[in-house]
């Protein structure tokens, strides 16, 4: 008997980790692009453009990369202040350089926009990037930047 209800157990434990999953992952069946606008919860991204830093930005080169400079606006119009955090944007799995400082110190209030850059280090070779802004820790959209 015990045996059957461990089993059975597992098998739930099971089911609801992929019901899970599948939930988490809701966000990334669908790419967007430049120009988009996608909105989740009162909160929406548009990625604007893109453009290579100049030398001169401050950011440290390194040997067969250069970084990619997003300009992006994120416009809150849900009833409660939004905050932005280094983690919200990602790319090959590393964290933006923000470059607009201003987000940080402050939440996006209800009903307000700001506008910004976020750098990346990319690798020279690379052609199409999947810009990533994380909601929460469960929610993202992907953002296709081809021939950059």
């Not at 809150?76 to 939004?82: D, H, I």
């Not at 990602?90 to 940080?104: Q, T, V």
Request: glycine share 4%.
């Amino acid at each position: 008997m015990k045996k059957r209800f461990f089993i059975l157990v597992i098998v739930m434990l099971i089911l609801i980790s992929v019901a899970c999953k599948n939930d988490i992952n809701k966000y990334d069946a669908k790419t967007y692009v430049i120009g988009d606008t996608v909105e989740n919860n009162g909160v929406r991204i548009t990625v604007n453009s893109t453009r290579w830093a100049y030398e001169d930005e401050k950011l440290q080169n390194e040997e067969g990369y250069k970084w990619l400079v997003i300009d992006i606006t994120i416009s809150n119009k849900s009833n409660k202040s939004y905050y932005i955090w280094p983690t919200h944007f990602e790319m090959n799995n590393m964290f933006g350089e923000i470059l607009s400082k201003e987000w940080l110190s402050q939440g996006i209030e209800p009903d307000k926009k700001v506008r910004g850059e976020v750098a990346f280090k990319v690798s020279k070779i690379m052609k199409d990037q999947e810009f990533i802004f994380n909601y929460n820790e469960n929610e993202q959209v992907v953002f296709i930047l081809s021939n950059i």
